[in-house]
């Protein structure tokens, strides 16, 4: 079945790059997600990136997407403590069906 | 850009009532709706698949008739936690689906049960 997977915990200082991986296992995935959760709140879309695309970037942040090995990484750049929260990575294989990973708590030291 | 709305956000209710949650499309007509249970400190697990006009499809483990999904246009799902008990205390959260295959999510709502 499907199955996405990421690491549980990150800690960064604050003005470093951030990377968070994961890994999925359904390729027929079409689309892959990161979501953000803050505490209390509820998921705040990121970026998305078509599983055609091995790359895109947007402002601050990099997702990078091997579909051979089924990875999927966001980058943050200049982390902030702003930036601390939960990430998850979701696919989509349309019809908006979305399975999530675990997320993973991303902790920024200043 | 899209945006879809849950109410109420928070929820406290006895033990043995029933709560409705509500999400709304505010912008755009979503024919499919999810919904999803988060418990502290865990991913979102979906529990059904809302259909405008039909029954919901209710995933594995998922008590249908505990949890009533009514979807009856095409801008607004309902989830009815039925004769609701403490271990229901949750974040239950909605999404719909936009063109281009975006999904979006509402804000969420906190279910605690007393």
């Known amino acids: 079945g499907e199955d996405v997977e990421q690491s549980l915990f990150l800690s960064v200082r604050e003005g470093d790059s951030s990377v968070i991986n994961c890994t999925y296992t359904?390729?027929?995935?079409?689309?892959l997600y990161w979501y953000k959760q803050e505490p209390g709140a509820g998921l705040q879309l990121l970026t998305y990136i078509f599983s055609n695309m091995d790359m895109k970037q947007d402002q601050r942040l990099t997702v990078l997407l091997n579909k051979k090995d089924k990875h999927l990484s966001l980058r943050i750049a200049d982390t902030q403590t702003g930036d601390s929260a939960i990430y998850f990575c979701a696919e989509s294989t349309g019809g908006f069906k979305t399975i999530f990973g675990a997320g993973t708590r991303l902790f920024v030291k200043a | 850009g899209a945006v879809v709305s849950q109410h109420p956000s928070w929820v406290i209710c006895k033990s043995g009532t029933s709560v409705k949650i509500e999400c709304r499309s505010l912008d755009f007509q979503a024919t499919t709706m999810f919904w999803y249970r988060q418990f502290p400190k865990q991913s979102l697990m979906l529990m059904a698949t809302s259909n405008e006009g039909s029954k919901a499809t209710y995933e594995q483990g998922v008590e249908k008739d505990k949890f009533l999904i009514n979807h009856a246009s095409l801008t607004l799902s309902t989830l009815t936690v039925t004769s609701a008990h403490p271990e229901d205390s949750s974040f239950y959260i909605c999404?719909?689906?936009?063109?281009?295959?975006?999904?979006?999510f509402g804000e969420g709502s906190w279910l605690t049960v007393v």
């Open positions: 999404s719909a689906g936009h063109s281009g295959n975006t999904i979006y």
């Open positions: 359904d390729s027929s995935s079409t689309y």
